[in-house]
């Protein structure tokens, strides 16, 4: 499966992912500091677009930290990734 979100990084500053040149490792906090934006814009009644868009970038960030945890065990362990 192809990760959409590789190459790119959560800005708190921004509140939205930003792609980064050299790879990322999507970390717990890059994680909580997006649930937390997402929750402020749901709590803050912001737009629903806002609101459509930062739950969608901590959606992603959840599945490509959970891919990472995923290939790095299969790393450890050595299997190829999408080998069963």
Do not use: C
Request: charged fraction near 30%.
């Amino acid at each position: 499966m192809l990760d959409p979100i590789r190459g790119m990084s959560w800005d708190d500053s921004s509140g939205t992912l930003v792609r980064v040149e050299n790879g990322v490792t999507v970390t717990d906090e890059d994680i909580r500091a997006a649930k937390r934006a997402w929750r402020r814009a749901v709590d803050g009644h912001a737009a629903s677009e806002r609101v459509a868009m930062l739950y969608d970038s901590y959606r992603r960030l959840v599945s490509t930290q959970a891919q990472q945890i995923a290939d790095d065990f299969r790393r450890r362990h050595g299997s190829e990734p999408g080998v069963a």
